[in-house]
């Protein structure tokens, strides 16, 4: 009874939005249609305005002549001139018969000064009537506003296009009642319990009113595409029973003005029509940026940023509506959407942990079938830094590969190639000529082996492989043991030296000048390590204790900050004595171990792929010296 009368409600509001948005749709239309009738009136208005002045000019009874530049020219020679007015171009006057004339003229001091010195008097208007500004620049201004609200569009339109100008983007609610619930949101369990609260007070509002309990009316969810702040919102709903809206704060940006804020108030208009309802606005950045970052155009998204801070404001605890809102850019944000009753609880969705990874993939492995070989802590380890969505997708190209390979359960390689292929993009059929498969091999089996040889400072090896993924020819995989937050300095050295030993290895066995570009990402990342180590960790003597913070320009280092440029030599030579010695240290544990490299290069060139225990076997040997992992 209860749920029919909800799902009418809903029905209708539907409807209304429909309505309303293609209402809005003729009036977009509509817009177009007045802007272009008036501009057509002023330039249809404007000739007939010059029409009419040109024999104006002509009154006064007597014939007028009309000369030539040159024959103004003669009759200034001559002095033929007694008076001369001058409008723009346009000169007219008498001549000493007493004829009046009308001439074309170019403007020219040159010019006027002889006809002055001719005798005539010479008069200079240079001021135009206002209706001919209005003629001459109101088309012009006209043009230029339509123009500059035709690029507004096509900014606003974003992705979509030149395609959608014409079309207006209608406010994209989704709603309905969720299945949705907690149990579909694994492994952020701390932020389950921060919105706990809200499913709560939705259930039962009445309880906390009793209590004069303030309840927030909006929540933030911040954190990286796909660690499931949609998801959480909408089990939220699920889990209170109420209707979820959705729509996405880059919808709020139309073409016409003050579109937004009538798309505000229509989205309230409906939750609160169904309230007690969850209202969910994705990107919400989108509409709440900081004022200061706003560029030229964006009084429009201030409006509407405005309007949506009004309906913050305005309605009560005891309508229900729970508004809330998702972003990746918290930073962005206007401060004024973080005010008490407004967005006033913010919960930050981290990036799953190893924890969270394992349980993640326990909830989407319970759905498909899966090798009992699988050990999916393993994959929950190898995935350092995925989203929630990343891991869903994973499982499912692990699904999709398996299908491909007749299997008919997951096995332990589909995940393997799936989790290779969001790492590193999909495999290259690459030829590689015999001496670069070579060259490559050695180059893999340096990192191997030095990376055995710090086993104890660094993350164990996953594998190594020759085969060319991506943009690299062949990488050794690490496997980090648990999400590790620092690193001691003795642990930075060896990294480093595991980095190098590349192209370490590269040299040792081909020659100083067959080294190839292969080293690049090595070399990168070890600069970033030390670069890191040195200006913000503070692990280097020479350099002290001082962070050199690096200034942040569109995302990329642009400058030293607060060091002198003394400093930043100091630094640039401290980082290249790091990589150095790293490359050193690496250079002396390769030759050190001479045989050992080439034999795991020749099983590298033999199986394409080695894995840990295999490595582990090879160097060193089948009685595992004890690790302490
Ligand atoms: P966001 O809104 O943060 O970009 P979504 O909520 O849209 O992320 O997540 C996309 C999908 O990824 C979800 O629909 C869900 O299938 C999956 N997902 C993300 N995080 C989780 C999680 N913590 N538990 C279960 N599934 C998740
Ligand atoms: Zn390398």
């Not at 507004?152 to 309905?176: D, E």
Request: aromatic fraction near 6%; charged fraction near 25%.
């Amino acid at each position: 009874m209860q749920k029919q009368k909800i799902k009418e409600k809903i029905d209708k509001s539907i409807e209304q939005t429909k309505e309303a948005v293609t209402k809005k749709r003729r009036d977009g239309s509509l817009g177009y249609l007045i802007v272009f009738l008036i501009m057509l009136a002023f330039i249809v208005g404007r000739a007939f305005y010059q029409r009419a002045d040109n024999p104006q000019s002509a009154e006064a009874g007597a014939p007028v002549v009309e000369l030539s530049f040159s024959g103004i020219l003669d009759a200034t020679e001559n002095k033929q001139i007694s008076t001369m007015e001058i409008q723009g171009n346009t000169a007219t006057g008498t001549l000493s018969d007493g004829a009046k004339y009308k001439a074309t003229i170019a403007y020219d001091p040159e010019l006027l000064s002889k006809i002055a010195a001719s005798g005539a008097a010479v008069k200079i208007d240079n001021s135009k009537s206002w209706t001919d500004h209005l003629g001459t620049w109101v088309p012009i201004l006209m043009g230029i506003l339509f123009i500059w609200w035709i690029f507004r569009g096509i900014r606003g339109a974003g992705a979509g296009g030149l395609g959608r100008i014409s079309q207006y983007n209608p406010t994209k609610i989704t709603t309905g009642k969720t299945k949705t619930t907690f149990a579909d949101v694994a492994g952020i369990e701390s932020e389950k319990k921060e919105v706990m609260e809200i499913v709560d007070f939705l259930k039962n509002p009445k309880k906390f009113q009793d209590l004069g309990a303030r309840v927030p009316r909006g929540i933030l969810l911040s954190g990286e595409p796909g660690t499931g702040k949609t998801l959480l919102a909408r089990a939220i709903a699920g889990e209170a029973n109420v209707p979820f809206f959705a729509t996405s704060g880059s919808d709020f940006s139309g073409i016409i003005v003050g579109l937004g804020v009538a798309k505000i108030k229509e989205i309230f208009e409906m939750a609160k029509r169904n309230a007690p309802c969850i209202l969910f606005i994705d990107e919400i950045d989108a509409i709440g940026q900081r004022r200061s970052q706003h560029s030229f155009n964006d009084q429009d998204r201030e409006q509407t940023l405005n309007q949506l801070l009004i309906e913050m404001d305005g309605f009560q605890n005891d309508n229900g509506i729970i508004v809330i809102g998702a972003t990746n850019r918290p930073d962005m944000l206007d401060t004024a959407l973080l005010r008490p009753g407004r967005f006033d609880r913010q919960v930050y969705i981290e990036l799953p942990d190893l924890a969270g990874r394992r349980e993640i993939l326990n909830l989407y492995a319970k759905k498909m079938k899966i090798a009992k070989a699988v050990n999916l802590q393993d994959i929950a380890r190898g995935t350092t830094g995925f989203s929630g969505a990343d891991l869903e997708n994973l499982l499912n190209e692990a699904a999709l590969h398996a299908a491909g390979a007749n299997r008919k359960e997951i096995a332990k390689e589909d995940l393997e190639e799936a989790r290779d292929k969001t790492l590193m993009g999909p495999r290259k059929n690459r030829k590689m000529r015999a001496e670069d498969i070579r060259l490559t091999a050695y180059h893999e089996a340096g990192h191997a082996f030095v990376s055995v040889h710090y086993r104890d400072l660094t993350d164990p090896i996953h594998k190594a492989t020759i085969i060319p993924r991506g943009r690299s020819l062949g990488m050794v995989q690490h496997l980090p043991i648990d999400d590790k937050v620092s690193l001691t300095v003795a642990e930075v050295r060896a990294k480093l030296a595991i980095l190098m030993a590349g192209r370490a290895a590269e040299e040792i066995f081909f020659g100083a000048d067959k080294i190839t570009t292969g080293a690049e990402g090595d070399i990168a990342a070890a600069t970033r390590l030390t670069r890191y180590a040195i200006t913000v960790a503070g692990l280097s003597r020479k350099i002290g204790l001082p962070a050199i913070n690096q200034v942040m320009a569109f995302g990329m280092r642009a400058a030293l900050e607060n060091a002198s440029e003394k400093t930043a030599e100091a630094v640039d030579a401290e980082v290249k004595s790091w990589m150095n010695a790293a490359h050193d240290d690496a250079s002396k544990i390769l030759s050190r171990g001479r045989r050992v490299v080439k034999r795991l290069a020749d099983e590298l060139l033999k199986r394409e792929t080695l894995t840990r225990e295999e490595i582990e076997e090879i160097v060193l040997g089948k009685k595992k010296v004890g690790s302490r992992r």
